[in-house]
């Protein structure tokens, strides 16, 4: 099937980090995407993967992928109240469609 | 310019209306998307356009009608829609495609629509 698993929510306290996690189904995916949408936007790509990578470091973002359990997540350091949306996993499903987790929703707190 | 551009913003219709909706990007990229999301949902695909042709409709219902008519511009036209087609319309496009390589797929702010 297609279902892309996300925690629902996930609250931290500004200055922490915070990690989201996302299960995925198609173990032949090539890429992997993390997208941020705050309330009544478009997605924004943050990064992305590639399937042949452990680990992919951009500023305050880390990209961890374990592709043994399909397992991806992101990590956001010195989290800041700015952060403060929903953020989608997505995977390239049966090589041609971009499909994507049922979203985190993080609650940055002061 | 790394943008994606969707008119209108919002869109009130009624059950009998055709309306359409736009998007242009000027990126050259040669793939575009349609994709439909419900509140607290995430996106959903609709369809994929690839070098200005249908390559994907994911069982989309008929009133629902995308069209692209050059390598920039993809419209998505609407025709006697239900209340549950509500929702939050979003456009994006990349380089290539999904198929040529996962390229990054720029989304649009997107079209809020409520159907009456």
């Known amino acids: 099937g297609e279902d892309v698993e996300q925690s629902l929510f996930l609250s931290v306290r500004e200055g922490d980090s915070s990690v989201i996690n996302c299960t995925y189904t198609d173990s032949s995916s090539t890429y992997l995407y993390w997208y941020k949408q705050e309330p009544g936007a478009g997605l924004q790509l943050l990064t992305y993967i590639f399937s042949n990578m452990d680990m992919k470091q951009d500023q305050r973002l880390t990209v961890l992928l374990n592709k043994k359990d399909k397992h991806l997540s992101l990590r956001i350091a010195d989290t800041q109240t700015g952060d403060s949306a929903i953020y989608f996993c997505a995977e390239i499903f049966n090589t041609d469609k971009l499909i994507f987790g049922t979203g985190t929703r993080l609650q940055v707190f002061p | 310019d790394t943008e994606v551009t969707q008119t209108p913003k919002h869109l009130v219709m009624g059950m009998t209306n055709k309306k359409s909706l736009k998007c242009e990007q000027h990126m050259g990229h040669r793939a575009m998307y349609w994709y439909k999301q419900k509140a607290k949902k995430p996106p959903e695909l609709m369809f994929v356009?690839?070098?200005?042709?249908?390559?994907i409709n994911e069982s989309v219902p008929s009133r629902f009608s995308p069209e692209c008519p050059n390598s920039s511009l993809l419209n998505l036209h609407l025709h006697a829609l239900q209340p549950e087609d509500s929702a939050l319309y979003l456009c994006?496009?990349?380089?290539?495609?999904?198929?040529?390589?996962?390229?990054?797929?720029?989304f649009g702010q997107g079209t809020r629509l409520t159907v009456v």
């Open positions: 356009y690839s070098y200005e042709k249908l390559s």
């Open positions: 994006a496009s990349s380089q290539e495609g999904i198929v040529g390589g996962g390229a990054e797929a720029f």
